[in-house]
């Protein structure tokens, strides 16, 4: 069965970077389009960024030019770098394999203080 297990997030403060993993087993994951999606406290689940099993971005507004997301079809691994974190970006980060964040791991949270 689908498995995803995210890692790396933590405390940070205002202006500084993360880089969370997503560990992916059960399925091909080097023919899958992958998202990370975000959910910060007493909010709806928010879309961050995907991944084309090729390598093609994209990000919501909110984080372009500061997130970066990668994958390595070889460990089935898919990566978030996040620099210049602001406090908006306080959440639970999940990784997931659809484009509503339906099928995602049990996530991992990402507190940034000022």
């Known amino acids: 069965q689908v498995q995803l297990v995210e890692s790396g997030g933590g405390l940070v403060q205002v202006g500084g970077s993360l880089r969370l993993s997503c560990a992916a087993s059960?399925?091909?994951?080097?023919?899958?389009?992958m998202y990370w999606f975000r959910q910060a406290l007493g909010k709806g689940l928010e879309y961050v960024s995907g991944?084309?099993?090729?390598?093609?971005?994209n990000y919501v507004d909110s984080v372009k030019g500061r997130f970066t997301v990668s994958r390595d079809n070889t460990k089935s691994t898919l990566s978030l770098q996040m620099t210049n974190l602001k406090s908006e970006d306080t959440a639970v980060y999940f990784c997931?394999?659809?484009?509503?964040?339906?099928?995602r791991g049990q996530g991992t949270q990402v507190t940034v203080s000022s």
């Open positions: 059960g399925f091909a994951f080097n023919k899958k389009r």
């Open positions: 991944i084309s099993s090729g390598g093609s971005t």
């Open positions: 997931a394999t659809d484009d509503r964040g339906d099928v």
